[in-house]
């Protein structure tokens, strides 16, 4: 008889953030291949989703499973080591070492795995033993994501329907420096033109108070330099409420393209997404997006490595992981060129990576990868 395999998992999975998200899919496949979890929420990591969009399901394995390893799914920092079991960390990291404290959090961890290649770098060059890194990628419910929706019924600040433009570029991602929304709204603002037929719906995620004010604070200082102004620029529409699934799904339905002008990504489950919504796909050239993606496939925006400044004020809480390190600081000038091309229907369609992505990067493999690695 063979013996039943379980685990013991804590990690966010009541919220909307990345770490939210895939601590409920692994654990949900974890379960579908026959393992015994007792999961326990990690509280205070981000907002929690309301009621009407949370899958109580998860509230329900709380019972007690005898586990002997227990996998963490946060930073390092905010790990709390069991004594006693065994500790696996899986997380990632998205600049090119990682802070220091978290080399010694590490420590306490008998395995750290890591969903990249980059992510593994940046353990390992920082000090982390590499016999004690694994990789296990993350993965995308292609399935989900890659059925019809109606798009949403979005309008512009004038009440034009977003349906009526030709070119409609989405972003979505969480309001902190790393994500560089200053720079995608600055060359959205030089790459177009009021009369241009094309939109930008900017969705946005805001975890703590006061970050959306100060951000607008950064975007009028960051017009005021470059001398031109989103008035000038092609409507860019914003969103920042909760969605459930499928608005989001509707969301990837409403857009033609998918934009990140992101500093570094340990995986962005939102351009996987977009992948497997069919949508044509701008991605800087780096970290992550060079495991999944290629210049076939994607309009890769050059990068190069710099030490990590930050641009205004908002999320300046963000030092304390990234101060004395470095990020890839995506070309701006080729930005643009990528952007005027594609709006302008110069631009040559790339390969769609759909049907590969939605093939090769299932939950149930990634789950199966990880049980293999931690049990």
């Known amino acids: 008889m063979i013996a039943a395999r379980t685990l013991?998992?804590?990690?966010?999975?009541?919220?909307?953030?990345?770490?939210?998200?895939?601590?409920?899919?692994?654990?949900?496949?974890?379960?579908?291949?026959?393992?015994?979890?007792?999961?326990?929420?990690?509280?205070?990591?981000?907002?929690?989703?309301?009621?009407?969009?949370?899958?109580?399901?998860?509230?329900?394995?709380?019972?007690?499973?005898?586990?002997?390893t227990v996998l963490h799914f946060t930073m390092p920092n905010h790990a709390w080591v069991r004594?006693?079991?065994?500790?696996?960390?899986?997380?990632?990291?998205?600049?090119?070492?990682?802070?220091?404290?978290?080399?010694?959090?590490?420590?306490?961890?008998?395995?750290?795995?890591?969903?990249?290649?980059?992510?593994?770098?940046?353990?390992?060059?920082?000090?982390?033993?590499?016999e004690r890194l694994r990789i296990c990628p993350l993965g995308v419910d292609g399935q989900f994501f890659s059925a019809p929706a109606e798009p949403l019924p979005l309008t512009t600040p004038d009440g034009r329907p977003l349906a009526c433009y030709r070119t409609r570029f989405l972003s979505i991602a969480e309001l902190r420096p790393r994500k560089n929304h200053l720079g995608l709204l600055r060359s959205w603002i030089r790459g177009t033109k009021l009369d241009d037929d094309a939109v930008l719906l900017l969705k946005v995620s805001v975890f703590q108070p006061g970050v959306l004010e100060q951000f607008q604070s950064d975007l009028i200082e960051m017009q005021q330099r470059l001398g031109r102004s989103l008035a000038d620029a092609a409507p860019v529409v914003v969103l920042a409420q909760t969605l459930a699934n499928e608005m989001v799904r509707s969301m990837y339905a409403t857009a033609t393209h998918y934009i990140s002008m992101s500093r570094g990504e340990g995986w962005d489950q939102s351009m996987m997404e977009a992948a497997s919504a069919g949508l044509q796909l701008v991605a800087p050239e780096h970290t992550a997006y060079l495991t999944y993606l290629t210049d076939r496939e994607a309009y890769l925006i050059p990068t190069s490595l710099q030490p990590v400044r930050f641009e205004g004020r908002m999320g300046i809480e963000d030092h304390i992981f990234f101060d004395g390190l470095g990020w890839w600081e995506p070309d701006e000038d080729a930005a643009v060129e990528i952007i005027r091309r594609i709006v302008g229907r110069t631009a040559s369609l790339k390969d769609s990576p759909q049907a590969r992505i939605i093939r090769d990067y299932t939950w149930a493999k990634a789950a199966a990868q990880l049980i293999e690695i931690i049990l």
Request: hydrophobic share 40%.
């Open 8 to 68: 013991e998992v804590i990690g966010p999975f009541k919220g909307s953030s990345g770490y939210d998200r895939h601590t409920r899919e692994f654990v949900r496949e974890f379960v579908r291949q026959g393992v015994r979890v007792r999961l326990e929420h990690l509280a205070g990591w981000s907002i929690d989703l309301p009621a009407e969009l949370r899958e109580t399901w998860f509230d329900s394995l709380n019972a007690p499973v005898n586990a002997q």
């Open 83 to 130: 004594r006693g079991k065994r500790n696996v960390n899986y997380t990632m990291f998205e600049a090119d070492r990682i802070p220091r404290q978290w080399v010694e959090c590490a420590s306490a961890h008998d395995l750290i795995v890591l969903p990249t290649e980059s992510s593994f770098n940046a353990w390992a060059l920082s000090g982390v033993p590499e």
